[in-house]
């Protein structure tokens, strides 16, 4: 089996933590806490926090903390449109912000884009999109 980890840089890694909790009620994996670096987990994937000092320990003392899309952003898929609407009424309630209200993508999902108090950048997305809703292909 296959696990994805994925891991942002924080200012706060409780707030983080707290904040991505409230969002999709995941666990803390508090196996992997430490001074530095907090964790949630659902599934087969691990979503990470880490502390301005763990930039040094990682080499990354130029990598930018809070800055909208630096190195990629989190898609995470819900099981139907409804959580991805609810996502999006809720992030504003926990000090995240809404980018883009829920819409159709051309490939077929229904998503929203959000940012975490933090300012970094997330997605929620589904698969099942709402009745009479249908996905149009887009002319590059």
Sequence with gaps: MMNVIY????????AQLSF???MFGWQEATRY??????ALQADNLLFGFHAPMARTLLNLEDASVGVP????FPTIEMPCFEEVD????RVGTLNGTLVKAP???YYGQWQAVLRDPEQ?????????????????PITF
């Design 69 to 72: 899309g630096d190195g990629g």
């Design 7 to 14: 891991t942002i840089l924080c200012r706060d890694i409780d």
């Design 120 to 136: 970094n950048l997330f997605r929620t997305a589904s698969l099942h999109l709402p009745p009479g809703i249908i996905a149009s």
């Design 20 to 22: 991505y909790q409230a």
């Design 86 to 89: 609810a996502t999006a009424a």
């Design 33 to 38: 806490r430490s001074p530095i670096f907090r």
């Design 103 to 105: 819409f159709v993508t």
